[in-house]
Every structure is written in structure tokens, then in C-alpha cells.
């Protein structure tokens, strides 16, 4: 939904043809390769409905992505697989994996740190969007990571201790 038309047109004539030619005239075989498209469409329409079954969830996507896009781009495509929300569990595994690789990234520099049990809470309230998901989530833990530490260098600290939650933003305890 967001592609270039130019690319929409490109599309249209690798899955017609199952061949594009390439600007420096060399032509390739598509017609053994699978493509997948992700998109969001649809997504805007079912926040605040997840009290809906799946099934109707389903049908508001489908619909979104039937009147956004062209029929005969969408006549290519096989059916629309459309994705749960992630739920709380899952939303802490991916929190949890973030927030780890942070600090084993930050260990590997000098600066250790162990976590109080709100951060992992904290991050996921604040780091999860309804309508982006997960995407905004990595950003927002270095961030906030990333500015607890360096609040506590700049005061004299070590960058070192117990990452709790102060507030509305993470600090470094010693």
C-alpha cells in the first residue's frame, strides 16, 4: 500500500510473465519463486474490537485490503493470511528478548545491569502500540535503557546497578 506505483506496475508484470528484466538487460526467472507481501491494512480497523471473534476481525482486514487496493493487483494474490494481535505472553517474550540483548550489548561495554521486576512491565505498557505493534518497541527500550544509563555517567555513576522504574522513565539504582 505504500509501494511506488512504478513498483505496482513491476509487480504485476513478474507475476504475468514469471520474468522481470533487470535495468543492465539481464532477465530473471520467477516463475518457481513464491513472494510474500506483508501489509497493515485493515489493522486500524479492528483496534478496540478485539472483543469481535476472529472470523469477524478476519472480514474487517479482508474488506480494507479489498477496497484499497487495485483488483487486478489483488487478483494476483493468493488468500490473505491475517495475524492475532499479539497477546500479553507474547508481548513479554519479545520484551523480555529486546530488553536482553540490550543488556548483554551494554555488559560487553562495561556497564552492568540487573532489572527490577517493574521494567519489564513498564517497557511493555509504554513500548507496545495497538496500531504499530512491536516496531516501535526496540527503539523505545534503547531509549529508555540507553538514557537511565547515561543519566547515571553523567551523575557520577558507573553504569552499573539495579534498572527500576522512576516515574515515567527507567533509572540506575546502585
Known amino acids: 500500500e505504500k509501494a511506488h506505483p512504478e513498483l505496482v506496475q513491476l509487480f504485476l508484470q513478474m507475476a504475468d510473465e514469471g520474468r522481470v528484466t533487470l535495468a543492465c538487460g539481464e532477465t530473471l526467472d520467477l516463475r518457481n519463486i ?98 504499530l505493534g512491536a516496531r516501535p518497541l526496540l527503539g523505545f527500550i534503547e531509549e529508555m535503557v540507553g538514557d537511565a544509563v547515561a543519566e547515571n555517567l553523567w551523575n557520577g555513576g558507573a553504569g552499573r546497578g539495579l534498572l527500576i522504574v522512576n516515574g515515567e522513565h527507567l533509572e540506575v539504582a546502585p
Do not use: C, K
Not at 89 to 116: K, P
Open 34 to 131: 513464491y513472494l510474500i507481501v506483508t501489509s497493515n491494512l485493515g489493522s486500524a480497523e479492528i483496534i478496540g474490537r478485539e472483543h469481535l471473534t476472529f472470523t469477524s476481525l478476519e472480514r474487517h482486514v479482508v474488506n480494507a485490503i479489498e477496497q484499497f487496493l487495485r483488483p487486478e493487483l489483488l487478483a494476483r494474490f493468493g488468500r490473505p493470511f491475517v495475524f492475532r494481535p499479539l497477546d500479553r505472553a507474547v508481548q513479554e517474550q519479545i520484551t523480555g528478548q529486546r530488553l536482553a540483548d540490550l543488556l548483554a550489548w551494554l555488559l560487553a561495554h562495561g556497564w552492568q545491569l540487573n532489572v527490577d521486576s517493574e521494567v519489564l512491565p513498564f517497557l511493555i505498557h509504554r513500548g507496545f502500540s495497538p496500531r
